[in-house]
Nanobody
Framework: QVQLVESGGGLVQPGGSLRLSCAAS????????MGWYRQAPGKERELVAS???????NYADSVKGRFTISRDNAKNTVYLHMNSLKPEDTAVYYC????????????????WGQGTQVTVSS
C-alpha cells in the first residue's frame, strides 16, 4: 500500500509565498517521476511542475519563474515552492508520483495524493 500525503496549503495574499510538501509512504521500492497538478473550480486538472529522478524539471508556462519543484529522495518527498502568487493560482493542488513497491519492484504505478487547497486572495 502506498500513500501520498500533501501539506502546506492555505490562504495567502497576492504576491505571497507558500511551500507545499508531499510525502510518499508505504512499501516503496522505488520512486520515478514526481510532480504537482492543480484543478481550479470548473477547470480541468493541469500539470504545474514535474521532476524526474535525474532532476530534470518541467513547468507550466503560467508558473515559470515563480514556482520551483524540488525533491528529497531520502525522505520520499517532493516540494513545490510558490512565490509571487496570483489569484489565478487558486486551486486544489495534487501530488502525483510513479512508484513501485517491494511486491512488484519493477512495475511502476501512478499514485495521487488527496489534494490541498491553495487560495490566493486579499
Amino acid at each position: 500500500q502506498v500513500q501520498l500525503v500533501e501539506s502546506g496549503g492555505g490562504l495567502v495574499q497576492p504576491g505571497g509565498s507558500l511551500r507545499l510538501s508531499c510525502a510518499a509512504s508505504g512499501s516503496i521500492f522505488s520512486i520515478g517521476a514526481m510532480g504537482w497538478y492543480r484543478q481550479a473550480p470548473g477547470k480541468e486538472r493541469e500539470l504545474v511542475a514535474s521532476m524526474s529522478t535525474g532532476g530534470s524539471t518541467n513547468y507550466a508556462d503560467s508558473v515559470k519563474g515563480r514556482f520551483t519543484i524540488s525533491r528529497d529522495n531520502a525522505k520520499n518527498t517532493v516540494y513545490l515552492h510558490m512565490n509571487s502568487l496570483k489569484p489565478e493560482d487558486t486551486a486544489v493542488y495534487y501530488c502525483n508520483a510513479d512508484i513501485s513497491t517491494y511486491y512488484r519492484a519493477y512495475d511502476y504505478r501512478n499514485y495521487w495524493g488527496q489534494g490541498t487547497q491553495v487560495t490566493v486572495s486579499s
